[in-house]
């Protein structure tokens, strides 16, 4: 009988054993293989998600807010327009309609541009050339006029040298007096804000107006100045600003910043910014920061100040608010963390965000919570700190609980949109959880992002700072011009104000004076506000 491998057992084994393990190994490339797809497929969906809101950045709508649904049982605008369903109509009712559109009475379109009432006015009156009667030849009479229009007229800025004289007056009996010593009086000129410079109050406070409320940069200021008659350069405009704000400015902006510390409750936000020559010895390429710092309405007139530094690190945090106690409303930035004395509320604006650019159907569950809240909020807005805590106690805590609970028991894992939102939400569910238990915190960070605006812009035009020096002005005039602002004072008269009657008051003698100065005080209302 003939052995074959089928015929011999050992053969046979071997056989089997060789078939297994080719098949265990191929499990094996067959389960690395799947484990790499698996991979390879969230990859690629955290890539589309990635390109996906690249797309709606670049080329969607830039607005933060939900799309309309309208209520349950209220249908569009145009269900109820029977004009969409009904036949098109007849010759004789279009006649019909057209002479009922002739009858009705038109409503005169309300202007958009007009004069202040209190504008001067010029009347122009326009005569015939001839009142010779052209048939008889005889002396014509007026019988009415008619004021055909009205237009603005614009009168250009002109420069004026005012020269301060001071007049000495001397007693001539008691010159004449050899016992007794004659009397002298002179008078005396006011203070000038900058010594031995031209620049007066009203040109100091044009300057600092053009560029922290219309945001000129000063070397565009100057072509304007020259054709106004004073001839000068950015250089010069620069050192103004300084002086102006080192010398004066800044003691409202110190005064400002000893009441806010005594406030318990601040927003808190911060932007980059750029300056040349740093102290530091790094480049002038390297991210410089603007800090703003703005009190709530709920704790008397609003304060704004901004601060300017080299860094973005928690010491400069620290040494600004040093002394204050409270509620410091701020983003999730690791800086705003374990201050002395201090507790942190997060913003719902920055989790909203988060939720809207995962762009799904868990995302838009995650922007309709936020919604919610803030839907609640408007109702609140006008209630006292003690009765807005009630309401939202009882009406947005269970939003806020419900939320966080989705949250954490949804399974939001990876890189991706949605996780993202969901870390940055749980990381900072204690922090938004505070505007429940204290009514005059608010639900988000949104006044100090609204007041940090003005640097923003100004920093697209005026680009950068040359000195430390220069960025210290610029975020002491920034304040006085926003916290004006914000206590409706017209920021123009104010400076005016400021520069005119600041360097001729003994305010190291009398610092109690600086009240009367403030953008909230009686005097700085009546003279000053808009």
Not at 187 to 207: D, N
Not at 253 to 258: I, N, P
Not at 410 to 438: M, Q, W
Request: aromatic share 10%.
């Amino acid at each position: 009988m003939v052995n074959t491998p089928f015929n011999n057992g050992n053969q046979y084994e071997k056989l089997i054993r060789l078939l297994e393990e080719q098949l265990a190994y191929s499990n094996l490339q067959n389960k690395d293989l799947s484990k790499k797809l698996d991979q390879s497929a969230k990859q690629i969906e955290a890539l589309t998600e990635q390109l996906r809101h690249l797309n709606k950045q670049l080329f969607g709508s830039k607005t933060e807010k939900a799309k309309y649904n309208a209520p349950e049982g209220q249908s569009s605008l145009f269900d109820d327009d029977q004009s969409f369903s009904e036949p098109e109509p007849t010759e004789e009712q279009s006649q019909q309609s057209i002479s009922y559109t002739v009858v009705r009475k038109v409503q005169k379109k309300k202007r958009n541009d007009s004069l202040h009432d209190g504008i001067e006015v010029e009347a122009v009156h326009h005569y015939p050339k001839n009142t010779t009667c052209d048939c008889c030849q005889g002396p014509m009479i007026e019988i009415g006029s008619t004021v055909v229009r009205e237009e603005a007229e614009f009168i250009p800025a002109r420069m004026k040298k005012v020269q301060h004289i001071e007049h000495a007056y001397e007693c001539k009996n008691c010159k004449d007096d050899a016992f007794q010593k004659a009397q002298i009086k002179r008078g005396k000129a006011p203070q000038a804000p900058i010594q031995r410079s031209i620049a007066g109050p009203s040109v100091l406070a044009k300057v600092i107006y053009d560029k922290f409320a219309q945001y000129l940069p000063l070397y565009r200021q100057v072509k304007e100045w020259v054709r106004y008659g004073l001839n000068t350069n950015d250089k010069n405009l620069s050192n103004w600003v300084i002086r102006a704000a080192h010398d004066w400015l800044s003691l409202i902006y110190e005064r400002m910043k000893q009441l806010m510390m005594v406030k318990s409750v601040l927003h808190i936000d911060e932007t980059y910014a750029q300056i040349i020559n740093r102290s530091d010895g790094k480049s002038g390429q390297t991210n410089a920061y603007n800090w703003v710092f703005r009190s709530v309405p709920s704790q008397g007139p609003i304060i704004t100040l901004f601060h300017s530094s080299l860094s973005r690190a928690r010491s400069v945090l620290e040494s600004f608010v040093e002394g204050f106690s409270g509620t410091i409303i701020c983003d999730g930035y690791s800086a705003y963390d374990k201050l002395k004395g201090v507790t942190f509320a997060n913003c719902f604006a920055h989790v909203r965000r988060y939720w809207l650019k995962a762009d799904s159907k868990n995302g838009q569950i995650g922007v309709n919570y936020c919604d919610d809240l803030y839907r609640l909020e408007r109702q609140f807005r006008h209630l006292s700190p003690s009765k807005r805590r009630k309401e939202r106690q009882k009406y947005s805590k269970p939003i806020v609980d419900k939320f966080l609970e989705w949250v954490e028991t949804s399974p939001f894992y990876g890189k991706n949109a949605l996780a993202k939102a969901a870390e940055y939400t749980l990381n900072r569910a204690n922090g938004l959880k505070a505007f429940l238990y204290d009514g005059r915190i608010e639900l988000d960070n949104n006044p100090a992002e609204n007041a940090i605006r003005p640097s923003v812009v100004g920093r697209k035009n005026w680009i950068h700072s040359v000195s430390e020096a220069g960025a210290k002005a610029n975020a002491i005039c920034l304040s006085i011009a926003e916290t004006a602002k914000a206590n409706n004072v017209d920021f123009y008269r104010y400076l005016l104000k400021l520069l005119t009657d600041l360097p001729n008051l003994d305010i190291y003698q009398n610092p109690e004076v600086l009240n009367q100065y403030m953008p909230w005080s009686k005097m700085i209302q009546a003279e000053c506000g808009n």
